[in-house]
């Protein structure tokens, strides 16, 4: 009878370690995040990093990508195109990372020749036209609507609801040139004035001189393209030398944040937005909020850099399940080149890439801060005309 228990306990035993062994010896499909945790920008790159990890948290939990783990393995850039540089290597070339997900867009374009020589997919947050194009940057892939388009639409928006001719000035950090070419060409295409363009630094307290420049060219509508205390900067500085001009910002600078940080100074700003605002009624908003409550119980609420986070590690999961079951570099880009109007459940406009354009889709939500309150005026679409690609 003895010996029967010892047996049967065997067999038990042994159909256990049949269960358990594959388990623990899956491999993880590896994943490299390069932010700025400690930089310049951090106050919004900590909150991007970390809706970014919770999704891939979230996503491990449920059983991983076709019952294999996500191993995410990120490094601190401080916002420098050297230390990206260095995490880059590091996470490619003793990693060996499958893909990447990014920060910043001067970092993706100092990169774009080591992706492709690596045939590294490299999805970046610095949401640039010019890395729509897969002919110059065949590798990178973004979720949001890129600036230049995201521009068109405040000024389509702004001069549709102006009681006057709209005269269009722009405040913008260097490194946006291209996308106030893109502004000049379109105010020309809808026979809008540009009046004015001028650049400012990254970090700033005062600024004077800009305004002073400005002010002389008396635009009625200004773009700020820098993030939410940058443009509320802009505000403050514009007020005090005596401009009214209405103002409107693109992603980075329409946040929940502009309300409480502008006042009344800011109201009746817009912002194109291609992310709904936290706490919106969208049908991915609450699964969601309920992961961040989860994992971070004492943190009331989020803003829109934690949603840009989950969207962008959303469409990388999903890029990753349909490369199937050896998700190598190149399978994950040409997965990524499948996406037809993939739906992220209304957290922003559906995602659609082909390999012979990488612009997510032509659309953003508009925002008017109203009464304290950033208010959506609904989605706005433009056109997917061939020559704006890369522009």
């Not at 209304?346 to 304290?372: C, W």
Request: hydrophobic residues 40%; proline residues 5%.
């Amino acid at each position: 009878m003895q010996s029967k228990k010892c047996l049967g306990f065997l067999v038990i035993l042994m159909a256990l370690l049949i269960i358990v062994t594959p388990a623990i010896g899956i491999e993880k499909i590896k994943l490299g995040g390069i932010f700025d945790m400690t930089g310049p920008v951090s106050i919004v790159g900590k909150e991007y990093a970390t809706g970014v990890m919770d999704y891939i948290n979230f996503i491990n939990e449920s059983g991983g990508v076709g019952g294999r783990p996500i191993d995410f393995i990120w490094r601190d850039a401080q916002y420098k195109i050297s230390e990206s540089v260095t995490a880059y290597n590091y996470l490619v070339n003793v990693e060996k990372v499958a893909a990447i997900i990014d920060w910043s867009l001067p970092e993706a374009e100092a990169l774009l020749e080591k992706m492709k020589a690596n045939k590294i997919p490299y999805m970046c947050i610095g949401y640039g036209a010019r890395l729509t194009d897969p002919k110059r940057a065949p590798y990178v892939f973004m979720v949001g609507t890129d600036y230049s388009t995201q521009s068109r639409l405040l000024i389509k928006y702004a001069k549709e609801n102006s009681k006057e001719p709209l005269r269009v000035g722009v405040i913008y950090l260097s490194v946006y040139e291209p996308e106030v070419q893109a502004i000049k060409a379109y105010c020309k295409e809808i026979g809008v004035d540009f009046v004015s363009n001028v650049t400012m630094p990254v970090s700033f307290v005062d600024l004077t001189s800009e305004m002073v420049t400005m002010k002389k060219e008396n635009p009625n509508f200004i773009i700020s393209i820098h993030n939410v205390g940058g443009v509320i900067q802009t505000v403050r500085e514009a007020r005090k030398a005596g401009m009214n001009a209405r103002f409107g910002s693109i992603a980075w600078g329409t946040s929940e944040l502009m309300p409480g940080l502008g006042g009344e100074m800011s109201e009746g700003t817009l912002g194109a937005q291609p992310f709904a605002l936290w706490g919106e009624d969208v049908p991915g908003m609450k699964s969601m909020m309920e992961v961040q409550k989860k994992y971070h119980p004492d943190v009331k609420t989020q803003t829109i850099a934690y949603t840009q986070g989950w969207v962008t590690a959303m469409a990388m999961i999903e890029a990753i399940r349909k490369a199937g079951e050896n998700p190598t570099g190149e399978k994950i880009k040409e997965a990524f080149e499948t996406f037809r109007n993939f739906d992220t459940r209304g957290l922003s406009a559906p995602l659609t890439f082909t390999p012979a354009d990488h612009r997510a889709n032509m659309s953003v939500r508009i925002y008017v801060q109203e009464k304290g309150k950033l208010v959506s005026k609904g989605f706005m679409e433009l056109e997917r005309k061939k020559e704006w690609l890369g522009f």
